[in-house]
């Protein structure tokens, strides 16, 4: 059975990102977009809505793919324990 994603906000997610070593490249109207090198060299980049709402869940599982972040719901939930959500 798999884990319901947990309510976040992107300024959350984005701040969470950020402490795990994804880096601020840009910022547009649609959100900002982060990246993080590998250890293989290749670069992440994935855009995270700037919103103070919460994301909706298709959003938050694309981001958290393997395509985008790489992190999972298991990556995330580690995130969450290691910071904590503010």
């Given at each position: 059975m ?31 977009a ?7 060299g290749?670069?992440l980049v994935t ?13 938050l599982?694309?981001i958290l ?8 719901r298991?990556?995330?939930?580690a ?8």
């Amino acid at each position: 059975m798999t884990a319901k994603l947990p309510a976040i906000t992107g300024k959350q997610l984005i701040r969470l990102l950020q402490k795990d070593g994804w880096e601020q490249r840009r910022k547009s109207n649609h959100g900002i977009a982060l990246a993080k090198v590998c250890a293989d060299g290749r670069t992440l980049v994935t855009v995270v809505p700037d919103k103070r709402s919460a994301l909706p869940a298709g959003t938050l599982a694309d981001i958290l793919g393997p395509q985008q972040t790489q992190l999972g719901r298991s990556g995330l939930a580690a995130l969450i324990d290691k910071y904590g959500l503010r």
